[in-house]
């Protein structure tokens, strides 16, 4: 059975940080092409940041482009975001993805095209 379980969300002040950890199962982890993305009420879901297989390669939405980092260890099957300087347009529930493919660009930045999400994490910025 395929998981995906993201965790590290909750309510920070505006200028805080906060890292989210997806944790994932079922799946060879090393072979995972991962991406987070974000959905806020009313609005589609949007690309944050996606990862290659072996962490080499990344890619960030301009809007977080300077402010997060996306990162993962193939030894934990988790991939992480760290998020500093957050605004509150960063306030939006949290998933990540996960792509099982060997070929094809290092990084995916289409939600379409992953297979497996988590179930997601809220984030809170305050003003």
């Known amino acids: 059975q395929v998981q995906l379980v993201e965790s590290g969300g909750g309510l920070v002040q505006a200028g805080g940080s906060l890292r989210l950890s997806c944790a994932t199962s079922?799946?060879?982890?090393?072979?995972?092409?991962m991406g987070w993305f974000r959905q806020n009420l009313g609005k589609e879901r949007e690309f944050v940041a996606a990862?290659?297989?072996?962490?080499?390669?990344?890619s960030l939405s301009e809007s977080v482009e300077g402010r997060f980092t996306i990162s993962r260890d193939n030894a934990k099957n988790t991939v992480y975001l760290q998020m500093n300087s957050l605004k509150p347009e960063d306030t939006a529930t949290y998933y990540c993805a996960a792509k099982s493919v060997s070929f094809g660009p290092s990084v995916i930045i289409t939600e379409a095209t992953y297979d497996y999400w988590g179930q997601g994490t809220q984030v809170t910025v305050s003003s």
């Open positions: 990862i290659s297989r072996n962490g080499g390669i990344t």
């Open positions: 079922g799946l060879t982890f090393s072979r995972l092409k």
